[in-house]
């Protein structure tokens, strides 16, 4: 196997000539994809990314060695501190990745692998390992384990096994390639500490336009740590339950098709000018939760991303972006009864728990290097969340109540395989007393070459 201690400019010119002696002329899915979603784009998002050849040509032989690993290893680690206590950084900070704690957090040790199998399939296998924030343990977990088929017909491709769901514009790309340190709060609300992902498979069809336009269509587990608005387990229940609500395990077995994930995504992107690109999209999940039998949640979401690159650029240098998303889900919680206490159990309503959030963000690329965004979001619902005692009150629940975050960020990225982020977050929440300041300031390498993100 090819060694990966090469340099940014010997990959980039090595890797698409070995393409070409393996008779590797790209797809027209494959040139579609790369022009509308490789990330080579905004240097501040695409930390590492080399140009990698992903597509093995229709005449190829199983006689030779097709396999060709790319093989990274990124870390992420913030220091910083705030006005609220542990415990309640913990409630703010609600993604796994997130600077969670005063004083240094290890977001993240990722190791990807990807790699072309033969002229059918390719493969990427990604290992996250961090520190639990409290604790001090060592967290290892496989955060996207899959295949994806590369000559179907039709402009169709198969993807099958562990994957971040296509959900919106963060859910399905790492977080080293985020603009920002932690994940904005609606997604923490909706789909957990550790992004919407599980086992599963789904089918996406390319249109025949010259724009780029998608369709996919996927089914997935509903249950695990990383579904928090479905059938979730024990453990999310006893951290965050949805709205106050219980888990059922009767619930979570898996009956008919039901009881399985379901997501949908159409997606477009173009360059209208050189200079100029707009892309956007609209997203929709559907599956059980685990409040009770025939409970069920809806969570669906639009996005837009707009960003400008100017002509005579250096190293990508000067570039604006700006990116947003709107989603919303409706939580149908099944009627249940609290016996916490034997001698006064609370009946506890159905009720459709209806919750919305939204974020918007740009980001200035105004030196080679150097770059400064501004983020705000807003979170929201209706219905009240059963907060124990008998008491309902929304405004209580960390997990639903009224929220306003304001993040200035300023980057500095000092080559292709490091960066550093300074970034401070105002928060106000109705579940505090007062608002939340707090500073984080982050530092993230690249060992290897790593492939283009989604932007």
């Not at 690993?69 to 680690?77: A, E, P, T």
Request: charged share 20%; proline share 6%.
């Amino acid at each position: 196997m090819r060694s990966i201690r090469l340099t940014f400019a010997a990959v980039s010119a090595a890797v698409p000539a070995l393409a070409q002696d393996q008779g590797q002329a790209p797809s027209r899915r494959t040139a579609l994809s790369r022009a509308a979603q490789a990330q080579p784009t905004d240097p501040t998002s695409n930390l590492g990314a080399v140009p990698v050849a992903q597509t093995p040509g229709q005449g190829g032989s199983l006689t030779g060695p097709l396999t060709q690993l790319d093989i990274s290893v990124d870390l992420m680690l913030a220091v910083g501190g705030s006005s609220a206590r542990d415990g309640v950084i913990g409630e703010l900070q609600g993604g796994a990745h997130d600077p969670r704690k005063r004083g240094f957090t290890l977001q993240q040790a990722e190791v990807q692998i990807n790699g072309a199998v033969d002229p059918w399939f390719r493969g990427q296998f990604v290992l996250v390992s961090s520190l639990d924030p409290d604790e001090g343990e060592t967290i290892v977990e496989v955060e996207e384990a899959w295949l994806t088929t590369q000559q179907l017909p039709a402009n169709l491709q198969l993807k099958a096994g562990h994957y971040l769901t296509d959900f919106g514009r963060i859910n399905p790309i790492h977080p080293h390639a985020w603009d920002y340190q932690d994940q904005p709060v609606v997604m923490s609300r909706f789909f957990g500490a550790d992004n919407l992902r599980s086992p599963g498979a789904r089918l996406s069809w390319l249109a025949p336009t010259k724009t780029y336009f998608e369709a996919i269509l996927g089914v997935q587990n509903a249950n695990g740590e990383t579904l928090q608005s479905f059938l979730a387990n024990d453990e999310v229940y006893e951290e965050r339950p949805v709205g106050g609500r219980a888990l059922d395990d009767e619930a979570r077995e898996l009956r008919t098709l039901g009881d399985v994930l379901w997501h949908a995504r159409l997606a477009s992107a173009t360059d209208f000018t050189p200079a100029h690109t707009l892309g956007g999209g609209v997203s929709a999940l559907f599956g059980p939760n685990a409040t009770g039998a025939g409970a069920d949640t809806v969570v669906y979401g639009a996005d837009f991303m707009y960003r400008w690159r100017a002509i005579d650029n250096r190293r990508g240098y000067p570039f604006f972006k700006l990116q947003g998303e709107v989603m919303a889900r409706a939580f149908d919680a099944a009627a249940q009864v609290d016996a916490s206490d034997p001698l006064a159990p609370v009946d506890v309503p159905s009720a459709t728990l209806n919750d919305w959030g939204a974020y918007l963000y740009a980001v200035y690329g105004f030196d080679v290097g150097w770059a400064v965004g501004l983020r705000g979001e807003y979170c929201s619902g209706s219905g009240a969340s059963y907060v124990g005692g008998g008491t309902f009150d929304r405004a209580q629940d960390p997990w639903r109540a009224d929220r306003v975050r304001v993040s200035p960020m300023l980057s500095y990225q000092t080559s292709e395989y490091s960066r550093v982020r300074l970034q401070y977050n105002w928060d106000d929440s109705d579940h505090l007393d007062e608002v939340v300041h707090s500073v984080w300031l982050g530092f993230e390498v690249l060992i290897g070459p790593h492939q283009p993100h989604s932007y």
